[in-house]
């Protein structure tokens, strides 16, 4: 058997050829999905009832159980009547604009990212909608910075085919500045039928600026993975698991959960069932940048890796707190688990990371992950006298890990601590791997 080797240190050529296989990091950002329509940046709270509307009624608004408050919806009536007789420049309003100035105001006022309303049209355009495929370029942004920008492409998408990278800051779509957009804003304009071109005019983090056009496609949002989602080694190891010497890893089982939709659990029972009987010595599981996704799948799959004990506790706005047990019969509840994070892990992969931690079954590897436990109901509005006035995304509660710590704000501190550049895996490989193999194999 040859004996350890160390690792041979990149050209400065090679080093710059590695920089294309960075997908996941740079910016630890939460995310919308182009084309996907749903907020990733909430764990989407996908099966509890919706609340009742409000309904406009004379000077006040009344809810439908009959309490009145005191916003004054006849206020705003006849501001909007003095602004489109008197204003000076009244021939550019619209009754549309007033509405959505005025209900945007409201919102702003809570100054809560996590509470926002959702136009018409972004409504119509599949917001918030968990589905599992979709038609658009294939890509996450955020606007958490004050600009529109990629967290990360979608493996063989669209938008990594076109060149679209981690960190692209998006300055135009099709000509149009998109200066003051929010991500969900950017979602309704980037999205679009299968075929159809858009021009998304972007600065590297190298700083150049470009103009890439990206034909939209229809996307298969796989979400569960066996190999990993760069290479270990790179330019050396391609799709397979190593250790720090190179060395294959067949005693080591690999899966990478990429976000929570409608089909993660199927994925993950048709690519892991057989990973207890395979003679693995345990499981890596990365959630690195993964932005979360719907509350009844992150809950499905954390059944797959718990026989029993709490997955979640949910903390309404009374304080009350009522927990999500775990069911018996999962497929993977015996093998040790080592979970990396990273700051773009996000809601449903902190779930889930808390979940495995508190209940014994893994250690947490990596850096503190993003923070994101808010518990988010989308509630249509229904007084405009059409079948489709928008709706309102509210924050209800909070989303608490099994031993009661908020994840909103915090995040999930990490077992080990080992935070990773771009630098050092490109110098050293991806050190964090390296070292969930070494936990698993009993390394302290």
Not at 189 to 198: N, Y
Not at 248 to 253: E, K, M, Q, R, Y
Not at 279 to 293: E, T
Request: net charge negative.
């Amino acid at each position: 058997m040859e004996p350890p080797h160390e690792l041979a240190q990149p050209s400065a050529g090679e080093k710059a050829a590695r920089l294309a296989v960075l997908a996941f990091l740079g910016l630890a950002l939460l995310t919308l999905a182009f084309g996907l329509g749903f907020g990733l940046k909430e764990l989407t709270d996908d099966g509890s009832p919706a609340a009742a509307p409000a309904v406009a009624t004379g000077n006040s608004t009344t809810t439908r159980n009959g309490a009145a408050d005191s916003v004054g919806a006849a206020a705003i009536d006849e501001i909007v009547e003095v602004l489109q007789s008197q204003y000076v420049d009244r021939k550019t309003l619209s009754a549309e604009q007033l509405k959505d100035a005025a209900i945007n105001g409201m919102i702003a006022s809570l100054n809560d990212r996590e509470t926002s309303y959702i136009s018409p049209d972004e409504l119509k355009a599949g917001a918030l909608q968990l589905n599992s495929t979709y038609q658009g370029i294939g890509a996450t942004v955020s606007d958490r910075t004050g600009v529109i920008q990629i967290v990360a492409p979608f493996r063989d998408s669209p938008a990594e085919k076109a060149g679209i990278r981690t960190g692209d800051v998006v300055l135009e779509v099709d000509g149009e500045p998109t200066d003051g957009w929010t991500d969900q804003h950017a979602v309704e304009v980037i999205r679009g039928p299968k075929g159809t071109t858009v021009k998304l005019k972007v600065r590297h983090a190298d700083a150049t600026i470009e103009v890439v056009e990206v034909v939209r496609g229809e996307i298969d949002i796989e979400s569960v993975f066996v190999e990993p989602n760069i290479e270990v080694i790179p330019g050396e190891s391609e799709k397979k698991i190593v250790d720090r010497t190179g060395a294959t890893a067949p005693d080591i089982c690999y899966l990478a959960i990429s976000q929570f939709h409608d089909k993660t659990v199927s994925e993950l029972k048709a690519k892991a069932g057989k990973y207890e009987a395979s003679g693995c010595k345990g499981l890596v599981l990365d959630m690195r940048g993964n932005p979360g996704g719907g509350l009844q799948a992150t809950i499905d799959v954390a059944d797959e890796f718990l026989n029993n004990g709490i997955i979640i506790v949910e903390q309404d706005g009374n304080g009350k707190q009522t927990p999500t047990n775990a069911r018996p019969g999962g497929i993977l509840t015996k093998l040790p688990i080592v979970v990396l994070l990273d700051g773009g892990s996000a809601s449903g992969s902190e779930v889930l990371a808390a979940a495995l931690r508190d209940n014994g079954r893994g250690r947490i590897l990596g850096t503190r992950s993003f923070g994101k436990g808010t518990v988010n109901r989308l509630i249509p509005l229904t007084s405009c006298g059409t079948t489709n006035c928008g709706a309102v995304y509210v924050a209800v509660g909070r989303w608490l890990t099994p031993k009661g710590e908020q994840i909103e704000g915090l995040g999930i501190t990490p077992d080990v601590e080992l935070p990773m550049t771009s630098e050092q895996y490109i110098d050293e490989g991806d050190i964090q791997m390296f070292k969930a193999i070494e936990l698993l194999r009993g390394a302290p």
